[in-house]
Nanobody, 124 residues
Framework: QVQLVESGGGLVQAGASLRLSCAAS????????MGWFRQGPGKEREFVAR????????NYADSVKGRFTISRDNAKNTVYLQMNSLKPEDTAVYYC?????????????????WGQGTQVTVSS
C-alpha cells in the first residue's frame, strides 16, 4: 500500500509558475514509477508527465512539453511537477499516481495508487 498526498496547487495568473509536490508513504517509494495526471472541468483524466524509478527517464504530454518538468527525490519520497508559463487551459485538479509495472504507462488505468488531488486554477 502506498499513500500519496499532493500539495502546492493554487490560483495564479497566466504566465506564472507553480511547483506541485507529492509525498509518498508506505511501501518503498523507489519501487514505483510516478506520474502526474490532471482532470479539467467536464473532461476526462489525462496524462501529464511520468518519471521512471531512478528518475533518468521522463515522458510528457505534448501539451506541457517544454513548460513542465517532473522530478523526484527518492531520499525524500517525493515527486515534483514544476509548471512554468501556465495557461488557462492548464486549469485542473492535478493528481499524482504510482505505477508498479515495468512498461512505460501513460494511461490512468495502469497506475496502482492515487493521491486525492490538488486544484490548479490559472486565470487569464
Amino acid at each position: 500500500q502506498v499513500q500519496l498526498v499532493e500539495s502546492g496547487g493554487g490560483l495564479v495568473q497566466a504566465g506564472a509558475s507553480l511547483r506541485l509536490s507529492c509525498a509518498a508513504s508506505g511501501r518503498t517509494f523507489s519501487r514505483f514509477a510516478m506520474g502526474w495526471f490532471r482532470q479539467g472541468p467536464g473532461k476526462e483524466r489525462e496524462f501529464v508527465a511520468r518519471i521512471s524509478r531512478s528518475g533518468d527517464v521522463t515522458n510528457y504530454a505534448d501539451s506541457v512539453k517544454g513548460r513542465f518538468t517532473i522530478s523526484r527525490d527518492n531520499a525524500k519520497n517525493t515527486v515534483y511537477l514544476q509548471m512554468n508559463s501556465l495557461k488557462p487551459e492548464d486549469t485542473a485538479v492535478y493528481y499524482c499516481a504510482a505505477e508498479s509495472g515495468y512498461v512505460v504507462s501513460l494511461a490512468p488505468d495502469e497506475y496502482d495508487y492515487w493521491g486525492q488531488g490538488t486544484q490548479v486554477t490559472v486565470s487569464s
